[in-house]
């Protein structure tokens, strides 16, 4: 029998809220952290193995330190969950499209030039200040702050559709589903030459540039593995394509890695494309200029699909290519028809 008290709601811990349970016989000789995981599907063992070792957990009267303690049938347990604390950064108005918003988690369109996450260097006018802003109170706490959970990140000028978790269920759910690559993502870019064969995949392990530390590269060792099938949606010439990238991995930089190391470096690209590109000399004047002065990688992540942590239900979002893109694309266009 599980009891909850002070009229306990999972989806509101703004303030300190106290949850008694009953070990009951067959749940006896369970780690006490790993009995309440099992019994308190809105927070994570990690989180509540640091609320027991903070000391918030009872055991018939008793505070309990050690998340390895064992339940004994028929013990009280009452663990007290305090409340969300400020997040650390803080509430800014961002301008950011939202496709989809629940108690649970929030959709969105990324534009480009927005950073995810504070850091040094962009400590605000980031996307989480926006999430912050935006969702107020509905933040319900991510490892004990009221802050977005943010399970992928999108570079600061890549544009397109994420997903950021409102609650500590969701941001466990989604990074589990992001870790095992349940996740449907999808890309659009132009990319400098003409991908040969037409459609196919760039395989390689990507790790950290030995020789600049801002830059990824494939390497033959120390790298995580990772995988992108692409396919050339339109080709201008021989000049530049446009192309359909989807993720059978997850790793920093992979798409911009992938083509840059196989000949066709995504056009803006300001880290991968270091110097002209001997394709943009078969392009028309126009398209050549229009390319070799877009100011950012030409990439936006233009579908996102995953199943809803709490309702079970399969979401789908896609977005079009924004402003800028569209704009490169008719210049590419222009002198081809």
């Known amino acids: 029998m599980v009891i909850m008290q002070n009229g306990y709601d999972p989806s509101l811990p703004v303030k300190e809220t106290a949850v008694s349970f009953t070990v009951t016989p067959e749940q006896a000789g369970e780690r006490i952290d790993r009995f309440l995981a099992a019994t308190m599907e809105t927070l994570s063992r990690s989180r509540i193995k640091s609320l027991i070792e903070e000391g918030h957990l009872a055991c018939d009267g008793v505070c309990i330190r050690e998340p390895a303690a064992i339940a004994r049938a028929g013990m009280e347990v009452v663990l007290t969950i305090p409340p969300a604390a400020p997040a650390v950064p803080q509430g800014e108005d961002i301008s950011f499209t939202v496709l989809y918003e629940d108690d649970d988690l929030i959709v969105l369109d990324k534009p480009a030039g927005l950073v995810v996450h504070p850091a040094p260097g962009n400590e605000t006018g980031t996307l989480v ?61 132009f990319c400098w030459g003409l991908p040969n064969p037409a459609e196919g995949d760039f395989e390689g392990a990507i790790g950290r540039d030995k020789r600049d530390r801002k830059r990824m590269a494939l390497t033959p060792k120390g790298g995580k593995w990772a995988l992108t099938h692409y396919r050339t949606l339109q080709a201008f010439g021989t000049g530049a394509a446009l192309v359909a990238c989807k993720l059978a991995t997850g790793r920093t930089h992979q798409i911009r890695v992938h083509f840059s190391a ?49 309702t079970g239900e399969k979401l789908l979002f896609e977005t079009p290519m924004p402003e800028d893109m569209q704009v490169l694309e008719r210049s590419l266009k222009a002198d081809q028809e």
């Not at 110097?275 to 050549?288: C, E, F, Q, Y």
Request: glycine share 10%; hydrophobic share 45%; net charge positive.
């Open 262 to 310: 196989n000949g066709h470096p995504l056009i803006g690209d300001p880290l991968y494309l270091r110097r002209i590109p001997a394709a943009s000399r078969v392009l028309p004047s126009a398209a050549r200029a229009a390319a070799l002065d877009f100011p950012r990688q030409a990439l936006h992540a233009a579908r996102l699909g995953f199943i809803h942590p709490r």
């Open 129 to 189: 200040n926006g999430l912050i802003a935006h969702c107020g109170e509905s933040l319900k706490g991510i490892g004990g702050e009221r802050r977005p959970g943010i399970v992928h990140r999108l570079d600061k000028d890549t544009s397109g559709v994420m997903v950021a978790a409102k609650t500590e269920m969701a941001h466990q759910a989604l990074s589990e589903d992001f870790a095992a690559r349940r996740i449907d993502r999808a890309y659009l870019a």
